[in-house]
């Protein structure tokens, strides 16, 4: 991605022929200039020698223009390319087509490949820009983002050692994730992880087997194909794909397929007296590779299944005629690619990079300013703060002292070092007082639980029928122990509980995050789908073996956020509401009951609320606002219940979740419609204790 033209910048040296003389240039122009500035604009290839590659800068500035795009609209702001995530992709094969010329070129001068000297020239190139970046945000975050303080620990870790990518992973981290104001600073370094990983391993195959260059050109077309079909074999259409999305092993192709392109067609060789069929030929690859990059970006969405069942490798494929179309002399495209602006911005494109995704989050509109207004001005800055970094930091370091240094007077070679000095002890002073502010960080929030104040139930009525006409109050001896089962419905009902619950009920959280009793796979209208069988397979050994730890009196099972949808199996699609669908509910239900009842507990079956769930937040399932498709669940529940009247009882939750549009809708009653927060949980538990009071007790059953 970053690669700036490192063998673009030919040195001038004797007049050579022959292929070794070729690639000795190439590596004559990487040593010339490792850090990748553009040399002179009127440098052009010549036989034997690899000048300037017009127009790669240009193709940077548009990839990373796209990917601009592409999160403007998944930072909260509108949305017109969908596919501009691809334009990582086209990075991935820049990299790898100018890191392979590279590698060959020091092969053919020197007999060998120096590792040392490699890995240097990538460490000055990339890693002032990066560790700025992530001083800033571990200076800025406990200010700005406090509640992601102690994942930004971890975060800055993985980044410093690129692998940012598996530890996103290891944390069950999201790329597709919708809600910007919970999104991490730093998950955007997944593909710098990525391509530093292919830089630290693609070097060992070509040491190795440079000098058969078909052999290597062998085994680089079947890593390709071995990482597109392990993308294909370890995607699930159900699960979110981020697995096959970050991983090293899963995105490789890419990269490799620029390794390919050089391999196959030495570019060292290219030169302007080519014939006119081959320039006619330059001009088509050229013209069908934009074409396809294109149409891609233009239309392809990140959810499509075709990207993780081949493809990103024709995505790749695409790519790679458009860098080869560009890179040659002759190209049309590549010249006005080279316009001076996208030129500007092709070499800050690095930066850029770095830089908009903190940017597009941490600044929330202001001022009225919204909508694209607002996104230009977060891109506008976004750019301004890359070319500083790019001025006073990264070049300063990367080009070390200038060559007429010796030759200057004294004040201005003590200017030079004290610039060169400052772009390296500021960062160094400022990476110890970021250390420090993020040690000093009082632990974060839970996002799920409500930061108003505290709410309590007080003094509940009670359910039994008096004669009075007062209704008396609800009193116990002793709390009714109480075992939560179910889905994140209940789990958030308990992280928000009213602070006098504990006078009624002695509550404990048995619930599993995205869990579904009925194994079977889901899609919503919405493209939002999930593989509940993936999800928690194992649920009803949790009930079983929670009911026997705890023991409760009474197991409170909230089902509902993931049983209003079709059931689809390796068979086909089980409508909602059919009799098999019903069957299968029932049975599913049946087995969980069953399960609580074997402890001795009485079963209190919570029927579902009317759910309201909101357009924009993460994960949005509409078919849940469908009042037919609850109630029909709520008569399956009732059903069970009147199977066994003594130890199955039905809970109504509150009608005002169906009746009242100003607590239905609300976002601090439930903050998406279906989960709750601290004024929800209260009008939950305020309808539901007096109901749980009327449950029997169980009779004790020995251990």
């Known amino acids: 991605m970053r690669d700036q033209n490192i063998i673009g910048r030919a040195a001038v040296v004797p007049r050579q022929s022959g292929p070794r003389a070729a690639v000795s240039t190439i590596y004559r122009s990487a040593a010339a200039s490792p850090s990748g500035e553009s040399p002179r604009p009127d440098q052009h290839h010549h036989h034997g020698r690899l000048g300037r590659i017009r127009g790669l800068d240009g193709i940077r500035a548009l990839s990373v223009a796209a990917v601009l795009a592409y999160h403007v609209g998944t930072a909260g702001g509108p949305t017109v390319l969908p596919g501009g995530f691809l334009g990582v992709d086209v990075f991935f094969v820049v990299s790898g087509f100018l890191i392979t010329s590279l590698l060959f070129g020091e092969a053919a001068k020197h007999g060998r490949i120096s590792l040392r000297q490699f890995y240097?020239?990538?460490?000055?190139?990339?890693?002032?820009?990066?560790?700025?970046?992530?001083?800033?945000?571990?200076?800025?975050?406990?200010?700005?983002?406090?509640?992601?303080?102690?994942?930004?620990?971890?975060d800055i870790v993985a980044a410093v050692a690129y692998g940012t990518n598996w530890w996103l992973l290891h944390q069950n981290g999201s790329y597709f994730a919708t809600d910007s104001e919970k999104a991490p600073l730093l998950n955007h370094l997944w593909s710098l992880a990525v391509e530093e990983q292919f830089y630290l391993i693609w070097p060992l195959f070509v040491?190795?087997?440079?000098?058969?260059?078909?052999?290597?050109?062998?085994?680089?077309?079947?890593?390709?194909?071995?990482?597109?079909?392990?993308?294909?074999?370890?995607?699930?259409?159900?699960?979110?794909?981020?697995?096959?999305?970050?991983?090293?092993?899963?995105?490789?192709?890419?990269?490799?397929?620029?390794?390919?392109?050089?391999?196959?067609l030495r570019p060292w060789l290219w030169g302007q007296t080519d014939s006119p069929a081959r320039g006619r030929a330059i001009n088509l690859t050229a013209a069908a590779g934009v074409t396809a990059v294109v149409t891609l970006i233009a239309l392809m969405r990140d959810d499509a299944d075709f990207l993780y069942q081949g493809g990103f490798l024709l995505v790749a494929i695409a790519a790679g005629a458009l860098v080869v179309g560009v890179s040659h002399p002759s190209s049309r495209l590549g010249a006005a690619l080279d316009a001076r602006p996208l030129r500007w911005?092709?070499?800050?494109?690095?930066?850029?990079?770095?830089?908009?995704?903190?940017?597009?989050?941490?600044?929330?509109?202001?001022?009225?300013?919204?909508?694209?207004?607002?996104?230009?001005?977060?891109?506008?800055?976004?750019?301004?703060?890359?070319?500083?970094?790019?001025?006073?930091?990264?070049?300063?370091?990367?080009?070390?002292?200038?060559?007429?240094?010796?030759?200057?007077?004294?004040?201005?070679?003590?200017?030079?070092?004290?610039?060169?000095?400052?772009?390296?002890l500021i960062p160094l002073l400022a990476a110890g007082v970021a250390v420090v502010r993020l040690n000093d960080a009082p632990p974060p929030a839970d996002p799920l639980v409500d930061a108003g104040p505290a709410l309590q139930l007080g003094i509940l009525p009670s359910a039994q029928p008096s004669k009075d006409t007062a209704t008396p109050a609800l009193t116990f001896k002793a709390p009714i122990r109480v075992a939560v089962f179910g889905d994140s419905q209940g789990?958030?009902?308990?992280?928000?509980?009213?602070?006098?619950?504990?006078?009624?009920?002695?509550?404990?959280?048995?619930?599993?995050?995205?869990?579904?009793?009925m194994l079977t796979r889901i899609r919503s209208k919405s493209g939002e789908r999930t593989d509940l069988a993936d999800s928690c397979p194992n649920w009803q050994e949790h009930w079983a073996e929670s009911a026997r730890k705890r023991r409760p009196q009474i197991a409170l099972v909230m089902l509902g956020a993931w049983d209003v949808f079709d059931a689809i199996t390796d068979t086909g699609t089980i409508a909602f509401g059919s009799p098999e669908w019903d069957a299968l509910f029932m049975d599913a239900t049946s087995r969980g009951i069953g399960e609580l009842r074997a402890v001795g507990a009485q079963v209190a079956l919570s029927l579902l609320p009317c759910y309201r769930p909101v357009r924009g937040s993460a994960g949005f399932?509409?078919?849940?606002?469908?009042?037919?498709?609850?109630?029909?669940?709520?008569?399956?529940?009732?059903?069970?219940?009147?199977?066994?009247?003594?130890?199955?009882?039905?809970?109504?939750?509150p009608e005002e979740f169906c009746t009242d549009p100003q607590i239905s809708t609300k976002l601090n009653y439930r903050w998406d419609g279906v989960h709750y927060y601290k004024a929800g949980a209260q009008l939950y538990f305020r309808t539901v204790v007096p109901q749980l009071s009327r449950v029997p007790r169980p009779a004790p059953i020995p251990n």
């Not at 190139?125 to 992601?148: E, M, N």
């Not at 891109?379 to 007429?404: F, T, W």
Request: proline share 6%; with cysteine.
């Open 345 to 424: 911005l092709g070499e800050r494109s690095y930066g850029i990079y770095l830089w908009h995704w903190p940017i597009f989050v941490l600044l929330p509109a202001g001022g009225g300013i919204t909508g694209w207004c607002w996104a230009v001005v977060k891109i506008g800055i976004s750019i301004a703060v890359a070319a500083l970094s790019y001025r006073l930091v990264e070049q300063p370091i990367r080009h070390g002292l200038p060559k007429d240094f010796s030759q200057r007077d004294q004040a201005s070679r003590r200017a030079v070092r004290l610039r060169i000095a400052a772009s390296v």
């Open 491 to 517: 789990m958030t009902l308990l992280r928000n509980t009213p602070d006098d619950l504990d006078r009624y009920l002695r509550i404990t959280d048995e619930t599993i995050e995205g869990c579904g009793i």
């Open 621 to 653: 399932w509409p078919e849940r606002g469908k009042d037919v498709r609850t109630q029909h669940v709520n008569t399956l529940l009732t059903e069970l219940a009147k199977r066994d009247p003594d130890r199955v009882f039905t809970i109504n939750p």
């Open 120 to 154: 240097i020239r990538r460490a000055r190139r990339l890693l002032p820009a990066s560790y700025l970046l992530l001083i800033t945000v571990a200076l800025l975050g406990p200010t700005l983002v406090p509640d992601q303080v102690q994942r930004l620990k971890g």
């Open 207 to 264: 040491i190795l087997l440079w000098r058969t260059r078909w052999t290597l050109l062998g085994v680089t077309l079947a890593l390709i194909t071995g990482s597109t079909l392990l993308a294909t074999y370890l995607y699930n259409p159900f699960t979110d794909p981020s697995r096959v999305y970050f991983g090293t092993d899963t995105r490789a192709a890419a990269p490799l397929v620029g390794a390919a392109l050089a391999i196959a």
